[in-house]
């Protein structure tokens, strides 16, 4: 299987240790979604706009560490997306965002540059 990533679990972020055992396929922008800053994190949302990310092969306790950590309170839901890939999993956040910082690149690695 696959998954999506575009925040903290990608290379050299803070949760990358997550992906320890993953296998790197290669970077990928993923249409009609919107990211914004949660703070230490992003989230995507559906919407006009792009991610930035990376794709991952991962294995199933991998998948299960990793709703663990991104499901639990319902903060994210995990949505299937196609990539060049295939089809791969994606964290999208389920909380509204008004008041949030919208990261127009739509890139968390360019959060800074506004």
Not at 7 to 32: F, I, P, V, Y
Not at 88 to 101: F, H, I, K, N, S
């Amino acid at each position: 299987m696959r998954i999506f990533v575009y925040g903290s679990l990608r290379r050299k972020q803070g949760n990358s240790h997550w992906m320890t055992n993953a296998q790197w396929l290669g970077d990928h922008t993923q249409e009609n979604y919107v990211l914004y800053s949660l703070g230490h994190y992003p989230g995507a949302v559906p919407g006009e706009g792009v991610v930035s990310g990376e794709v991952y092969r991962i294995d199933a306790s991998t998948l299960s560490e990793l709703d663990a950590l991104r499901t639990k309170g319902g903060e994210y839901s995990r949505q299937l997306i196609q990539t060049p890939y295939g089809g791969a999993w994606m964290y999208v956040y389920q909380r509204p965002v008004e008041g949030l910082t919208r990261i127009d690149s739509g890139n968390w690695l360019d959060r800074e540059k506004h």
